[in-house]
């Protein structure tokens, strides 16, 4: 038994942001039954999850949604020692979280982001998600390529990231 098959989600982050990372990244990521390759040839799962994936397997939804979990708890702890200020902080947790989910968390916490919600700008730390300081878009790229869905996803965690402040 793992680690964190004894932990939870809600556990972790609290209820209010897991109940929005639960909302938010399957519509991100989409929800595929199968194992499978995305648009830039890596073997992912379910709900974006590229953790033990059998190209051509079916997965249940029950599988998917345990997958799912696993994988956020994997992402959000690292996203909570290298950014704690966010802790109990709904909306900026769960973009982070989300972003970090996608990125991986070495980017994340490596991040422009990162360091901006470590000095305590918020709102500068959500636009670096998908804009730099020069105002070009950022993290929208993969495999050497914009792709629309990661670009309306960035836009999506920003906006989220700035509820509230």
């Not at 982001?113 to 700008?121: K, L, S, V």
């Not at 020069?134 to 792709?147: E, F």
Request: aromatic share 6%.
């Amino acid at each position: 038994m793992t680690n964190t098959s004894r932990k939870t989600l809600v556990g972790v982050v609290g209820a209010a942001t897991a109940a929005l990372l639960f909302s938010i990244v399957p519509q991100f990521e989409g929800v595929v039954l199968r194992g499978y390759l995305d648009p830039v040839g890596i073997p992912t799962k379910c709900m974006g999850d590229t953790h033990d994936v059998v190209v051509g397997k079916a997965y249940s939804d029950a599988e998917c949604r345990e997958s799912l979990e696993t994988q956020l708890i994997v992402h959000a702890e690292p996203v909570l020692k290298c950014t704690p200020g966010l802790k109990g902080r709904v909306y900026q947790l769960g973009a982070a979280v989300s972003f970090a989910y996608n990125i991986g968390t070495a980017a994340y916490c490596g991040s422009t982001t990162a360091r901006r919600f470590n000095a305590g700008d918020y709102r500068g730390a959500c636009k670096a998600m998908n804009e730099s300081d020069s105002g070009k878009a950022q993290w929208v790229t993969s495999g050497g390529r914009v792709l629309p869905g990661l670009v309306k996803r960035r836009a999506n965690e920003r906006a989220i990231c700035e509820v509230g402040l």
